[in-house]
């Protein structure tokens, strides 16, 4: 069974542009959720889908971030336009819903540099 | 507002040893804690979970306990090995229900020598 899956794995881009990442959860988990760790800080929660719904997007750092799940499968994070404090890794993680136990299974990030 | 603490924030051991890292939050009112591993430019592996009514889990050298009431866990690693070199990160929901967003610590940057 294929993990939690994103993509881009590493992304450089210039101050104001646009980048979009990707995160393919588990099949049949309808929770999913957006995490970015910053250098030298901890793991922070940016927001988490169930299905298509947003349940709570309390995380997410401003309007330039744009989180979508169309169809309830993958999601997409768009961040428009990129400045320099938003370089840092940003995992997906997702879980079931029936039955939750509350354990996630997160990817491998994708790395964001922005210069 | 939930806040995670992770002590020491790294540790280096020789190879063997038995050690206990250490995870604090601030607020008691959780309904599970989970402890994850992450290796370098890799992402989290779910190590143990352990649900607000229990008091330890154990996966092989791996044992995780937790005291609510003083909001407190702890990760003890049996018999370490080279390959139990990672960040162990400790995360608990950031608003008490199981499906919510965790709040993490820093991780706990763990190095056994050969």
């Known amino acids: 069974e294929a993990g939690v899956t994103q993509f881009p794995s590493h992304s450089v881009i210039e101050k104001g542009q646009t980048v979009t990442l990707r995160c393919d959860p588990i099949?049949?988990?309808?929770?999913l959720y957006w995490y970015r760790r910053v250098m030298g800080k901890e793991i922070k929660f940016l927001l988490h889908?169930?299905?298509?719904?947003?349940?709570?997007e309390s995380g997410m750092p401003n309007n330039r971030f744009l989180a979508e799940r169309t169809g309830g499968t993958y999601s997409t994070l768009k961040v428009q336009p990129a400045e320099l404090e938003d370089s840092g890794v940003y995992f997906c993680?997702?879980?079931?819903?029936?039955?939750?136990?509350?354990?996630?299974?997160f990817g491998e990030g994708s790395r964001l540099t922005v210069l | 507002k939930q806040e995670v603490t992770q002590i020491p924030a790294a540790l280096s051991v020789p190879e063997g040893e038995n050690l206990v890292l250490n995870c604090s939050f601030t607020?008691?009112?959780?309904?599970?804690l989970q402890w994850f591993r992450q290796d370098p430019g890799k992402g989290l592996t779910s190590l143990l979970l352990?649900?607000?009514?229990?008091r330890e889990q154990t996966s092989g050298r791996l044992n995780a306990s937790l005291d609510k009431s003083s909001g407190r866990s702890t990760l003890y690693i049996a018999a370490s090995q080279p390959g139990d070199s990672a960040t162990y990160l400790c995360?608990?929901?950031?608003?008490?229900?199981?499906?919510?967003?965790?709040?993490f610590g820093k991780g706990t940057h763990l190095i056994i020598q050969p």
């Open positions: 607020d008691s009112a959780i309904y599970n």
């Open positions: 995360a608990v929901p950031s608003r008490g229900g199981g499906a919510d967003g965790l709040t």
């Open positions: 099949s049949g988990h309808d929770n």
């Open positions: 352990i649900q607000s009514s229990q």
């Open positions: 889908f169930v299905k298509e719904s947003k349940q709570d």
């Open positions: 993680a997702s879980s079931q819903v029936a039955g939750n136990t509350g354990e996630l299974f």
